[in-house]
């Protein structure tokens, strides 16, 4: 089996957390106490609360302070935030909020780990360079593969290259991975017609979103997923195999392969429960499966009312 894609050297992976700041839980711990603290802010520089935005004749827009009953006001969320960032600071808690967008990586050169993960085959298939038709049957993706055979670059396919980057109607059975000949690829692929007997693979979803998300710009503009679903055989995909079954798709041979763990899933715990500011201020987030979790805090903050000249435009 090939070895997995490692984790990317990124500060999430390599900065220590504080153990200090790693709380047990201590919900129905006895000898707790609670109050109330008052205090005052000075607005040492100029501030704005932004309320409603008016538009003017000039089609510009005049943009007054929060107001309650006429007297301007800071929400209590807005300094409930503000002390939430000093405290994550202070007190090394959890980074938030992390992406858990998956992460792709491509190194041709890396024959420890990259290469080494498009070795593996199907059952009954020996060809050297993997790929196959992707097709589309309702909310269901297959895979048609097929004996993909490399075409290195020659003087007649530089003549006649837009020929050999055609798949649809005028089917000529040859796809490149980048712009041939201007592109610095010089092999073209050709993938034959799939017999009435070809073998038909079912994919997981999971390997069709990953080939959604880890498509380049510049594949998007090539990307037709018309063709998934109309009268010839669908589009051209290479494939990666591991434990057996198709794991990747790409439209390059050599495509973006997945990180093992996304930026989210390097942070600790999946609720981030145990960092001082979650226990102390509350949370809402995601889990590893995607699902909303949320968790009470224990600090409420109040409204500030502001006292003094409110500033004019001119003044500011």
Not at 180 to 196: I, N, Q, R, S, V
Not at 201 to 224: C, G, M, P
Not at 258 to 284: E, I, M, P
Request: net charge positive; aromatic share 10%; with cysteine.
């Amino acid at each position: 089996m090939a070895p997995s894609i490692p984790d990317a050297t990124a500060p999430f992976n390599f900065i220590p957390y504080e153990p200090k700041t790693v709380l047990d839980d201590w919900e129905d711990e006895p000898g707790r106490w609670s109050g109330t603290i008052k205090c005052s802010l000075t607005a040492l520089s100029p501030l704005l609360v932004a309320n409603v935005h008016t538009r003017r004749e000039d089609d510009s827009t005049d943009c007054e302070f929060m107001k309650i009953d006429g007297t301007p006001v800071i929400p209590g969320s807005s300094i409930k935030g503000m002390l939430r960032s000093l405290a994550e600071i202070l007190s090394f808690s959890k980074l938030a909020p992390v992406s858990r967008d998956p992460i792709f990586y491509r190194n041709v050169t890396d024959n420890k780990v990259y290469l080494p993960g498009f070795a593996e085959r199907l059952p009954g298939f020996e060809e050297s360079v993997m790929g196959g038709f992707l097709r589309r049957d309702g909310v269901d993706y297959w895979l048609i593969p097929v004996a993909v055979d490399p075409v290195p670059g020659n003087s007649s396919m530089e003549k006649d290259h837009k020929n050999y980057l055609r798949t649809g109607a005028n089917f000529t059975g040859y796809v490149t991975t980048g712009g041939f000949p201007e592109g610095c690829h010089k092999t073209a692929y050709k993938f034959p017609k799939p017999g009435p007997s070809a073998n038909k693979i079912k994919l997981r979803r999971e390997v069709y979103d990953n080939f959604e998300a880890q498509l380049t710009e510049s594949q998007r503009k090539r990307w037709n997923k018309e063709r998934l679903t109309g009268p010839g055989f669908g589009h051209p995909v290479f494939y990666r195999v591991e434990n057996g079954e198709i794991a990747e798709i790409g439209l390059a041979r050599f495509f973006r392969r997945k990180y093992r763990n996304a930026a989210a899933d390097l942070t600790g715990d999946a609720d981030g429960a145990k960092d001082f500011c979650s226990r102390l201020f509350g949370r809402v987030g995601k889990n590893r499966d995607g699902k909303t979790e949320t968790r009470k805090g224990k600090a409420a903050v109040g409204p500030a009312f502001v006292e003094g000249k409110e500033m004019t435009p001119r003044e500011v």
